[in-house]
């Protein structure tokens, strides 16, 4: 994993910016066929009271450095030439029949709901130029949690409580408004100067329909959503974190899967790698392919027992209520969120994560 990590930060500055598009401030339903026939659509965020004057186009940031790249796209630092204001920007190409248009056009959706969180990175403008998508975001000063994993290999249990603690609050936002992220992982949990915790890189979302269920949340009616797991869906997002029932839903016989469920058994594992400092659910010196994965992950060959014999109990306990193989019986948002782990640290805050080390 850690040559992984490395390879991550060696990304060339390969991609140029287009010099003349438009941003968009104002929140609209938006579809495929608006996108392809139009160039001047309504689409971003709505928190962006606070943006800057002239970011009509992008011929307005300057290119700074790469921040990383997935799901289709390469992340830049940028600033604002004439205020300096610092901005990370996602820059997704493709072609009006390319795959990935689809999934530019679900995120930018997306990023619009998804405006009220403190949990989730803010997205300032979304920009379209016709063969591609610029996603003008919050700028995380720190990083991601795979950087901070890259620097200090592992973290204290106290650091962790105030990450996973971060992440069930942004879920427990997001699944309120049907929305599944569907990639949780170390990579697209960033930080700031402040320590705080927020969800980024909705490439791989998905927004569900509403029905009567509410096995997430008891908000009332805005808390009841389904959604099924499928060979279409199922496997969107990044395999080493996926859940069982979205590696290989056909292990269910066809029965409809809580697709809700499967944000938790990442959680679960990014909860394991942060204490681990490697991914922990083959051993040290295992290879990590998708064999090794499906044998761990859906054929129920034990994890290692040895993993977590130096945690404490509530933390060992918490790992087990998120790693359950059967969708059915893993612990949901509102049993996590008052989990005695989550709450072991109450007084805990984001120094604790940036000057954690074991």
């Given at each position: 994993m850690t040559?992984?990590?490395?390879?991550?930060?060696?990304?060339?500055?390969?991609?140029?910016?287009?010099?003349?598009?438009?941003?968009?401030?104002?929140?609209?339903?938006?579809?495929?066929?608006?996108?392809?026939?139009?160039?001047?659509?309504?689409?971003?965020?709505?928190?962006?009271?606070?943006?800057?004057?002239?970011?009509?186009?992008?011929?307005n940031f300057r290119k700074l450095s790469v921040l990383g790249s997935g799901n289709g796209g390469i992340v830049y630092k940028v600033s604002h030439k004439q205020t300096g204001a610092i901005y990370a920007l996602k820059v997704v190409r493709f072609s009006e029949r390319d795959v990935g248009l689809v999934p530019a056009i679900r995120e930018a959706e997306i990023l619009q709901r998804v405006d009220s969180s403190e949990y989730i990175v803010k997205c300032v403008g979304?920009?379209?130029?016709?063969?591609?998508f610029g996603f003008l975001m919050e700028y995380m000063d720190y990083g991601s949690l795979c950087d901070i994993l890259c620097k200090k290999t592992r973290l204290s249990e106290r650091a962790i409580s105030w990450i996973v603690r971060s992440v069930l609050k942004g879920?427990?936002?997001?699944?309120?408004?049907?929305?599944?992220?569907?990639?949780?992982?170390?990579?697209?949990?960033l930080v700031n100067a402040r320590g705080e915790i927020k969800m980024a890189d909705f490439g791989a979302s998905?927004?569900?329909?509403?029905?009567?269920?509410?096995?997430?949340?008891?908000?009332?009616?805005?808390?009841?959503?389904?959604?099924?797991?499928?060979?279409?869906?199922?496997c969107k997002g990044t395999r080493a974190y996926m859940s069982p029932e979205r590696m290989d839903p056909?292990?269910?016989?066809?029965?409809?899967?809580?697709?809700?469920?499967?944000?938790?058994?990442?959680?679960?594992?990014?909860?394991?790698?942060?204490y681990m400092g490697r991914f922990p659910l083959v051993g040290e010196d295992e290879k990590l392919d998708w064999v090794t994965l499906m044998c761990v992950v859906c054929l129920g060959e034990?994890?290692?027992?040895?993993?977590?014999?130096m945690a404490s109990p509530e933390f060992e306990s918490f790992c087990r209520r998120c790693l359950e193989r059967n969708w059915r019986k893993r612990g949901t948002l509102d049993e996590l969120l008052l989990h005695p782990f989550v709450n072991k640290f109450e007084d805990s805050g984001g120094d604790d994560l940036l000057n954690s080390s074991d």
């Open positions: 040559l992984v990590r490395e390879r991550r930060h060696q990304q060339a500055l390969r991609l140029t910016l287009p010099q003349s598009v438009g941003v968009f401030m104002n929140p609209s339903p938006v579809s495929s066929s608006s996108l392809l026939s139009s160039s001047s659509l309504s689409l971003a965020s709505s928190s962006c009271s606070s943006s800057p004057a002239n970011m009509d186009t992008l011929s979304v920009f379209h130029d016709g063969s591609g879920l427990k936002y997001l699944h309120g408004l049907g929305i599944l992220h569907r990639d949780i992982k170390p990579s697209n949990l998905r927004v569900v329909a509403k029905a009567n269920v509410d096995r997430y949340s008891q908000e009332g009616d805005q808390s009841a959503y389904t959604c099924t797991s499928s060979r279409n869906n199922a056909e292990q269910w016989d066809g029965e409809p899967c809580d697709d809700y469920a499967g944000d938790i058994w990442s959680l679960g594992v990014v909860a394991m790698e942060c034990k994890v290692e027992s040895s993993i977590l014999k």
